[in-house]
Protein backbone atom coordinates (compact mmCIF):
# COMPACT_ATOMS: atom_id res chain seq x y z
CA UNK A 1 0.00 0.00 0.00
CA UNK A 2 1.40 3.38 -1.38
CA UNK A 3 1.57 6.59 0.93
CA UNK A 4 -0.95 8.45 -0.82
CA UNK A 5 -3.51 5.26 -0.70
CA UNK A 6 -2.94 5.15 3.03
CA UNK A 7 -3.55 8.80 3.50
CA UNK A 8 -6.43 8.71 1.88
CA UNK A 9 -8.06 5.77 3.77
CA UNK A 10 -7.14 7.17 6.39
CA UNK A 11 -9.24 10.56 5.88
CA UNK A 12 -11.77 8.68 5.21
CA UNK A 13 -11.98 6.89 8.14
CA UNK A 14 -11.59 10.08 9.91
CA UNK A 15 -14.33 11.32 7.75
CA UNK A 16 -16.69 8.54 8.67
CA UNK A 17 -15.78 8.75 12.51
CA UNK A 18 -16.74 12.56 12.62
CA UNK A 19 -19.81 12.00 10.82
CA UNK A 20 -21.14 9.53 13.04
CA UNK A 21 -20.20 11.44 16.08
CA UNK A 22 -22.01 14.66 14.13
CA UNK A 23 -24.77 12.57 14.43
CA UNK A 24 -24.20 11.17 17.63
CA UNK A 25 -24.63 14.09 19.29
CA UNK A 26 -27.33 15.76 17.61
CA UNK A 27 -29.78 13.09 17.70
CA UNK A 28 -29.62 13.28 21.64
CA UNK A 29 -29.60 16.77 21.88
CA UNK A 30 -32.65 16.78 19.29
CA UNK A 31 -34.54 14.04 21.51
CA UNK A 32 -33.35 15.79 24.97
CA UNK A 33 -33.42 19.46 24.27
CA UNK A 34 -35.92 19.73 21.04
CA UNK A 35 -35.94 22.88 19.01
CA UNK A 36 -38.25 24.87 21.58
CA UNK A 37 -35.95 24.46 24.50
CA UNK A 38 -36.93 26.51 27.60
CA UNK A 39 -40.80 26.89 26.78
CA UNK A 40 -42.67 28.94 28.13
CA UNK A 41 -45.70 27.80 30.37
CA UNK A 42 -47.14 30.88 31.47
CA UNK A 43 -48.61 30.89 27.41
CA UNK A 44 -52.17 30.96 26.75
CA UNK A 45 -51.87 28.59 24.05
CA UNK A 46 -51.12 25.65 26.28
CA UNK A 47 -54.74 25.15 27.50
CA UNK A 48 -56.24 24.54 23.83
CA UNK A 49 -57.63 21.44 22.87
CA UNK A 50 -56.13 19.30 20.50
CA UNK A 51 -52.80 18.64 18.68
CA UNK A 52 -50.63 21.32 19.52
CA UNK A 53 -47.34 19.56 17.62
CA UNK A 54 -44.59 21.69 16.42
CA UNK A 55 -44.07 21.05 12.55
CA UNK A 56 -40.68 22.68 13.30
CA UNK A 57 -39.65 19.53 15.44
CA UNK A 58 -41.03 17.35 13.30
CA UNK A 59 -39.34 18.40 10.58
CA UNK A 60 -35.88 18.60 12.34
CA UNK A 61 -36.83 14.93 13.22
CA UNK A 62 -37.40 14.22 9.92
CA UNK A 63 -34.47 15.74 8.19
CA UNK A 64 -31.95 13.91 11.05
CA UNK A 65 -33.87 10.48 10.50
CA UNK A 66 -33.25 11.07 6.62
CA UNK A 67 -29.60 11.69 7.50
CA UNK A 68 -28.82 8.30 9.51
CA UNK A 69 -30.84 6.12 7.32
CA UNK A 70 -28.91 7.28 4.51
CA UNK A 71 -25.84 6.89 5.65
CA UNK A 72 -25.99 3.34 7.11
CA UNK A 73 -28.05 2.46 3.68
CA UNK A 74 -24.94 3.41 1.84
CA UNK A 75 -22.00 2.22 4.41
CA UNK A 76 -23.14 -0.22 6.99
CA UNK A 77 -26.87 -1.45 5.91
CA UNK A 78 -25.76 -5.20 8.10
CA UNK A 79 -25.64 -3.37 10.84
CA UNK A 80 -29.67 -2.76 10.83
CA UNK A 81 -30.62 -6.62 10.78
CA UNK A 82 -31.10 -6.67 14.63
CA UNK A 83 -34.23 -4.71 13.74
CA UNK A 84 -35.81 -7.63 11.77
CA UNK A 85 -37.64 -8.95 14.55
CA UNK A 86 -41.18 -10.85 14.42
CA UNK A 87 -42.09 -8.51 17.72
CA UNK A 88 -40.97 -5.42 16.11
CA UNK A 89 -42.82 -6.19 13.15
CA UNK A 90 -45.90 -7.28 14.83
CA UNK A 91 -46.21 -4.12 17.15
CA UNK A 92 -45.97 -2.00 14.04
CA UNK A 93 -48.89 -3.62 12.40
CA UNK A 94 -50.52 -3.29 15.35
CA UNK A 95 -50.12 0.32 15.50
CA UNK A 96 -51.10 1.02 11.61
CA UNK A 97 -54.83 -1.20 12.88
CA UNK A 98 -55.00 0.95 15.79
CA UNK A 99 -54.72 4.19 13.54
CA UNK A 100 -57.42 2.89 10.96
CA UNK A 101 -59.78 2.31 13.90
CA UNK A 102 -58.76 5.39 15.92
CA UNK A 103 -61.55 7.91 17.19
CA UNK A 104 -59.41 10.26 15.10
CA UNK A 105 -57.15 8.40 12.13
CA UNK A 106 -55.80 11.85 11.30
CA UNK A 107 -54.51 12.20 14.59
CA UNK A 108 -53.16 8.81 15.23
CA UNK A 109 -51.65 8.55 12.13
CA UNK A 110 -49.76 12.22 12.54
CA UNK A 111 -48.32 10.75 16.18
CA UNK A 112 -47.56 7.31 14.46
CA UNK A 113 -45.20 8.62 12.26
CA UNK A 114 -43.52 10.85 14.60
CA UNK A 115 -42.92 7.91 16.70
CA UNK A 116 -41.54 6.12 14.31
CA UNK A 117 -39.34 8.64 13.56
CA UNK A 118 -37.85 8.69 17.56
CA UNK A 119 -37.89 5.03 17.18
CA UNK A 120 -35.81 4.79 14.36
CA UNK A 121 -33.21 7.39 15.76
CA UNK A 122 -32.79 5.45 19.14
CA UNK A 123 -32.48 2.74 17.23
CA UNK A 124 -29.33 4.25 15.38
CA UNK A 125 -27.39 5.49 17.89
CA UNK A 126 -25.69 3.08 19.53
CA UNK A 127 -24.63 2.15 15.99
CA UNK A 128 -22.61 5.28 15.07
CA UNK A 129 -19.97 5.32 17.97
CA UNK A 130 -17.30 2.93 16.68
CA UNK A 131 -15.90 2.07 19.77
CA UNK A 132 -16.56 1.61 23.72
CA UNK A 133 -14.21 4.62 24.08
CA UNK A 134 -15.90 6.49 21.80
CA UNK A 135 -19.19 5.79 22.64
CA UNK A 136 -18.52 6.94 26.40
CA UNK A 137 -16.84 10.06 25.18
CA UNK A 138 -19.70 11.11 22.80
CA UNK A 139 -22.18 10.15 25.99
CA UNK A 140 -20.43 12.65 27.87
CA UNK A 141 -19.67 15.76 25.48
CA UNK A 142 -23.79 15.09 24.93
CA UNK A 143 -25.12 15.02 28.44
CA UNK A 144 -22.38 18.05 29.23
CA UNK A 145 -24.22 20.15 26.58
CA UNK A 146 -27.56 19.67 28.16
CA UNK A 147 -26.27 19.86 31.81
CA UNK A 148 -24.45 23.25 30.57
CA UNK A 149 -28.24 23.95 29.27
CA UNK A 150 -30.53 23.58 32.13
CA UNK A 151 -27.96 25.15 34.48
CA UNK A 152 -27.64 28.22 32.01
CA UNK A 153 -31.02 28.44 31.81
CA UNK A 154 -31.83 28.69 35.98
CA UNK A 155 -29.45 31.13 35.74
CA UNK A 156 -29.94 33.47 32.85
CA UNK A 157 -33.77 32.93 32.00
CA UNK A 158 -35.40 31.43 35.59
CA UNK A 159 -38.31 32.27 34.28
CA UNK A 160 -38.09 29.62 31.82
CA UNK A 161 -36.09 26.93 33.51
CA UNK A 162 -38.37 26.99 36.72
CA UNK A 163 -41.35 26.40 37.99
CA UNK A 164 -43.29 29.72 38.29
CA UNK A 165 -46.34 30.46 40.22
CA UNK A 166 -47.95 31.88 37.43
CA UNK A 167 -47.76 28.94 34.90
CA UNK A 168 -50.96 27.53 33.05
CA UNK A 169 -49.88 24.26 33.94
CA UNK A 170 -49.77 23.45 37.77
CA UNK A 171 -48.66 26.57 39.21
CA UNK A 172 -48.14 24.61 42.83
CA UNK A 173 -44.56 23.75 41.29
CA UNK A 174 -43.31 26.96 41.25
CA UNK A 175 -39.71 26.90 42.38
CA UNK A 176 -39.23 23.42 41.22
CA UNK A 177 -36.21 23.49 38.82
CA UNK A 178 -37.33 21.85 35.09
CA UNK A 179 -34.17 22.95 33.21
CA UNK A 180 -35.07 22.59 29.21
CA UNK A 181 -37.84 20.81 29.88
CA UNK A 182 -41.42 20.92 30.23
CA UNK A 183 -42.04 19.99 33.82
CA UNK A 184 -39.78 19.32 36.35
CA UNK A 185 -41.07 15.51 36.27
CA UNK A 186 -39.40 14.95 32.57
CA UNK A 187 -36.24 17.05 34.28
CA UNK A 188 -35.88 15.04 37.21
CA UNK A 189 -35.96 11.22 35.47
CA UNK A 190 -33.85 12.59 32.70
CA UNK A 191 -31.17 13.75 36.20
CA UNK A 192 -31.43 10.61 37.02
CA UNK A 193 -30.55 8.68 33.60
CA UNK A 194 -27.40 11.10 33.39
CA UNK A 195 -26.10 9.74 36.85
CA UNK A 196 -26.21 6.37 35.25
CA UNK A 197 -24.24 8.06 32.33
CA UNK A 198 -22.00 9.41 34.25
CA UNK A 199 -21.09 5.98 36.23
CA UNK A 200 -20.77 4.71 33.09
CA UNK A 201 -18.41 7.53 31.76
CA UNK A 202 -16.33 7.21 35.01
CA UNK A 203 -15.99 3.53 34.85
CA UNK A 204 -15.24 3.48 30.91
CA UNK A 205 -13.52 6.77 29.99
CA UNK A 206 -12.24 9.47 32.83
CA UNK A 207 -13.02 8.87 36.69
CA UNK A 208 -13.02 12.57 37.07
CA UNK A 209 -15.07 13.54 33.63
CA UNK A 210 -17.86 11.46 34.80
CA UNK A 211 -18.24 12.13 38.81
CA UNK A 212 -18.54 15.54 37.34
CA UNK A 213 -21.67 14.19 35.37
CA UNK A 214 -22.80 12.18 38.53
CA UNK A 215 -22.57 15.44 40.92
CA UNK A 216 -23.95 18.51 38.50
CA UNK A 217 -27.39 15.83 37.60
CA UNK A 218 -27.26 15.27 41.26
CA UNK A 219 -27.84 18.54 42.15
CA UNK A 220 -30.53 19.43 39.65
CA UNK A 221 -32.17 16.06 40.22
CA UNK A 222 -32.77 17.61 43.74
CA UNK A 223 -33.56 21.06 43.04
CA UNK A 224 -36.17 19.85 40.44
CA UNK A 225 -37.95 17.66 43.70
CA UNK A 226 -38.36 14.85 41.48
CA UNK A 227 -39.53 12.21 44.38
CA UNK A 228 -40.63 9.46 42.34
CA UNK A 229 -37.31 9.68 40.64
CA UNK A 230 -35.18 10.61 43.69
CA UNK A 231 -36.69 7.48 45.38
CA UNK A 232 -36.13 5.00 42.89
CA UNK A 233 -32.59 6.04 41.75
CA UNK A 234 -30.94 4.15 44.55
CA UNK A 235 -33.14 1.07 44.27
CA UNK A 236 -31.90 0.60 40.76
CA UNK A 237 -28.63 1.57 41.17
CA UNK A 238 -28.40 -1.89 43.92
CA UNK A 239 -31.37 -3.85 41.67
CA UNK A 240 -29.16 -3.56 38.93
CA UNK A 241 -25.89 -4.56 40.65
CA UNK A 242 -27.93 -7.75 42.04
CA UNK A 243 -29.61 -8.78 38.28
CA UNK A 244 -26.36 -8.60 36.94
CA UNK A 245 -24.97 -10.68 39.19
CA UNK A 246 -27.29 -13.59 40.00
CA UNK A 247 -26.78 -17.07 37.89
CA UNK A 248 -29.85 -17.99 37.99
CA UNK A 249 -32.48 -16.18 34.69
CA UNK A 250 -35.30 -17.04 37.26
CA UNK A 251 -34.13 -15.37 40.19
CA UNK A 252 -33.07 -12.69 37.80
CA UNK A 253 -36.47 -11.99 36.15
CA UNK A 254 -38.05 -12.57 39.88
CA UNK A 255 -35.73 -9.15 40.74
CA UNK A 256 -36.91 -7.59 37.75
CA UNK A 257 -40.55 -8.10 37.33
CA UNK A 258 -41.82 -8.18 40.83
CA UNK A 259 -41.37 -4.59 41.75
CA UNK A 260 -42.77 -3.56 38.74
CA UNK A 261 -46.28 -6.00 40.01
CA UNK A 262 -45.87 -4.65 43.43
CA UNK A 263 -45.93 -0.92 41.61
CA UNK A 264 -49.25 -1.60 40.05
CA UNK A 265 -50.50 -3.14 42.81
CA UNK A 266 -50.04 -0.54 45.01
CA UNK A 267 -50.96 2.11 42.76
CA UNK A 268 -53.52 1.26 40.62
CA UNK A 269 -54.76 -1.83 42.36
CA UNK A 270 -55.89 0.80 45.40
CA UNK A 271 -58.76 1.43 43.49
CA UNK A 272 -60.03 -1.89 43.88
CA UNK A 273 -58.21 -3.40 47.03
CA UNK A 274 -59.29 -1.91 50.42
CA UNK A 275 -56.65 -3.87 51.95
CA UNK A 276 -53.90 -2.32 49.77
CA UNK A 277 -55.80 0.95 50.07
CA UNK A 278 -55.36 0.81 53.99
CA UNK A 279 -51.51 0.09 53.70
CA UNK A 280 -51.44 3.16 51.40
CA UNK A 281 -52.45 5.24 53.88
CA UNK A 282 -50.52 3.75 56.79
CA UNK A 283 -46.76 4.30 54.21
CA UNK A 284 -47.83 7.24 52.16
CA UNK A 285 -48.33 10.84 53.06
CA UNK A 286 -50.64 11.40 50.17
CA UNK A 287 -52.56 7.59 49.49
CA UNK A 288 -53.90 9.54 46.33
CA UNK A 289 -50.25 9.57 44.39
CA UNK A 290 -51.34 13.07 44.15
CA UNK A 291 -54.71 12.86 42.54
CA UNK A 292 -53.47 10.30 40.35
CA UNK A 293 -55.95 7.55 41.38
CA UNK A 294 -58.96 9.88 39.78
CA UNK A 295 -57.10 9.78 36.90
CA UNK A 296 -56.46 6.39 36.60
CA UNK A 297 -60.27 5.66 37.59
CA UNK A 298 -61.02 7.64 34.55
CA UNK A 299 -58.62 5.82 32.11
CA UNK A 300 -59.98 2.25 33.48
CA UNK A 301 -63.71 3.82 33.17
CA UNK A 302 -62.82 4.51 29.60
CA UNK A 303 -60.68 1.39 28.39
CA UNK A 304 -64.02 -0.09 29.66
CA UNK A 305 -65.54 1.15 26.50
CA UNK A 306 -63.15 0.12 23.79
CA UNK A 307 -61.19 -2.41 25.52
CA UNK A 308 -59.82 -4.64 22.81
CA UNK A 309 -58.71 -1.94 20.09
CA UNK A 310 -58.42 0.66 22.09
CA UNK A 311 -59.51 4.73 21.28
CA UNK A 312 -56.64 4.89 19.14
CA UNK A 313 -52.59 5.43 19.06
CA UNK A 314 -52.13 8.80 20.74
CA UNK A 315 -55.93 10.26 20.03
CA UNK A 316 -57.29 10.53 23.61
CA UNK A 317 -56.04 12.62 25.81
CA UNK A 318 -56.21 16.84 25.55
CA UNK A 319 -59.02 15.92 22.78
CA UNK A 320 -62.42 16.91 22.54
CA UNK A 321 -63.51 13.78 23.32
CA UNK A 322 -62.34 13.25 26.53
CA UNK A 323 -62.08 17.09 28.07
CA UNK A 324 -65.57 17.55 27.63
CA UNK A 325 -67.26 13.93 28.60
CA UNK A 326 -70.45 14.75 30.56
CA UNK A 327 -70.08 12.34 33.03
CA UNK A 328 -66.59 14.23 34.44
CA UNK A 329 -68.06 17.67 34.51
CA UNK A 330 -65.36 19.73 37.05
CA UNK A 331 -62.77 16.69 37.21
CA UNK A 332 -59.34 17.22 37.08
CA UNK A 333 -58.93 13.96 35.47
CA UNK A 334 -60.30 15.15 31.75
CA UNK A 335 -57.88 17.63 31.74
CA UNK A 336 -54.56 15.35 32.48
CA UNK A 337 -52.23 14.99 29.45
CA UNK A 338 -51.57 11.27 30.22
CA UNK A 339 -52.58 8.25 32.26
CA UNK A 340 -49.83 8.55 34.88
CA UNK A 341 -49.12 4.92 34.28
CA UNK A 342 -47.89 3.40 31.25
CA UNK A 343 -49.75 0.09 31.12
CA UNK A 344 -53.09 2.01 31.66
CA UNK A 345 -52.17 4.49 28.77
CA UNK A 346 -51.06 1.86 26.41
CA UNK A 347 -54.70 -0.78 27.11
CA UNK A 348 -55.99 2.62 26.53
CA UNK A 349 -55.05 3.93 23.75
CA UNK A 350 -54.28 0.89 21.44
CA UNK A 351 -56.07 -1.79 23.34
CA UNK A 352 -55.50 -5.01 25.55
CA UNK A 353 -53.72 -6.97 22.73
CA UNK A 354 -51.67 -4.12 21.51
CA UNK A 355 -50.84 -3.17 25.19
CA UNK A 356 -50.03 -6.86 25.75
CA UNK A 357 -47.35 -6.75 22.49
CA UNK A 358 -46.18 -3.62 23.35
CA UNK A 359 -44.97 -5.30 27.09
CA UNK A 360 -43.13 -8.00 25.02
CA UNK A 361 -41.41 -5.69 23.76
CA UNK A 362 -40.22 -3.49 26.47
CA UNK A 363 -40.04 -5.54 29.42
CA UNK A 364 -39.41 -8.96 27.79
CA UNK A 365 -37.41 -8.86 25.09
CA UNK A 366 -34.82 -6.27 27.01
CA UNK A 367 -34.78 -9.24 29.92
CA UNK A 368 -34.21 -11.82 27.19
CA UNK A 369 -31.44 -9.77 25.76
CA UNK A 370 -29.47 -9.15 28.92
CA UNK A 371 -30.01 -13.16 29.43
CA UNK A 372 -27.96 -13.61 26.15
CA UNK A 373 -25.34 -10.99 26.82
CA UNK A 374 -24.36 -12.42 30.01
CA UNK A 375 -23.58 -15.59 27.93
CA UNK A 376 -21.81 -14.20 25.47
CA UNK A 377 -19.88 -11.99 27.69
CA UNK A 378 -21.03 -9.06 26.43
CA UNK A 379 -19.08 -5.96 27.79
CA UNK A 380 -20.16 -5.53 31.57
CA UNK A 381 -20.00 -1.79 32.21
CA UNK A 382 -21.95 -0.98 28.87
CA UNK A 383 -24.61 -3.33 29.49
CA UNK A 384 -24.82 -2.14 33.16
CA UNK A 385 -25.34 1.33 31.46
CA UNK A 386 -28.27 0.17 29.27
CA UNK A 387 -29.66 -1.93 32.03
CA UNK A 388 -29.75 0.52 34.71
CA UNK A 389 -31.56 2.88 32.30
CA UNK A 390 -34.08 0.17 31.00
CA UNK A 391 -35.04 -0.81 34.76
CA UNK A 392 -35.32 2.90 35.85
CA UNK A 393 -37.98 3.19 33.11
CA UNK A 394 -40.11 0.35 33.31
CA UNK A 395 -40.22 0.96 37.22
CA UNK A 396 -41.22 4.65 36.52
CA UNK A 397 -43.99 3.26 34.33
CA UNK A 398 -46.37 2.62 37.31
CA UNK A 399 -46.14 6.71 37.79
CA UNK A 400 -45.55 8.26 34.15
CA UNK A 401 -46.44 7.48 30.87
CA UNK A 402 -42.98 6.62 29.66
CA UNK A 403 -44.47 3.64 26.66
CA UNK A 404 -44.81 4.71 23.15
CA UNK A 405 -44.40 8.98 24.41
CA UNK A 406 -43.68 9.93 20.82
CA UNK A 407 -40.76 12.40 21.80
CA UNK A 408 -40.52 12.35 25.07
CA UNK A 409 -36.86 12.33 26.54
CA UNK A 410 -37.51 9.53 29.04
CA UNK A 411 -39.11 6.88 26.37
CA UNK A 412 -36.08 7.95 23.97
CA UNK A 413 -33.22 6.95 26.58
CA UNK A 414 -35.13 3.60 26.95
CA UNK A 415 -35.61 2.93 23.81
CA UNK A 416 -31.68 3.34 23.56
CA UNK A 417 -31.56 1.04 26.32
CA UNK A 418 -33.36 -1.91 24.73
CA UNK A 419 -32.12 -1.57 21.42
CA UNK A 420 -28.38 -1.41 23.24
CA UNK A 421 -28.84 -4.70 24.90
CA UNK A 422 -30.79 -6.07 21.93
CA UNK A 423 -27.01 -4.98 19.91
CA UNK A 424 -24.68 -6.31 22.72
CA UNK A 425 -26.82 -9.68 22.63
CA UNK A 426 -26.20 -10.57 18.67
CA UNK A 427 -22.53 -9.27 19.30
CA UNK A 428 -22.53 -5.88 17.64
CA UNK A 429 -20.96 -3.64 19.79
CA UNK A 430 -19.30 -6.72 22.22
CA UNK A 431 -16.64 -6.96 19.19
Known sequence: MT?????????????AVAVRSTLFVAIVLLALVTVNPFPNLANPSLAEIGDTSDLINQVAYILLAGAVGTYFLIHEPWRLRPLVRPVYLLMFGWLVLSVVSSVDPALSARRLVFSVLVILLAAALPLLPVSLKRFSELAAVA???VLALCYAGVELIPHRAIHQSYDMIEPLLAGNWRGTFSHKNIASAIMANFIFIGLFVA???????????????????????GKASAALLPFVL???????RTRSPVLAAILVFAPVIALN??????????SIKEIDKIILKDPTF????????????NISERPWLGHGFGAFWETPFTVFQPGYDGSMATTASHA?????????TIGLFGAGIAILWTLVLPFIDLQRCRRIGADPTLTRLFVRIWLFAIYTCSFESVLFDRGDSHWFLMLVAMFGLRYLSVARLAR
Open 238 to 244: LLGWAVQ
Open 265 to 274: VFTVGSLYLD
Open 340 to 348: HNAFLDLTL
Open 203 to 225: KARNAYLGWAIVAASAVFLAMSE
Open 143 to 145: VIR
Open 290 to 301: TGRNDIWQFALD
Open 3 to 15: TQTLRTNLGSQAT
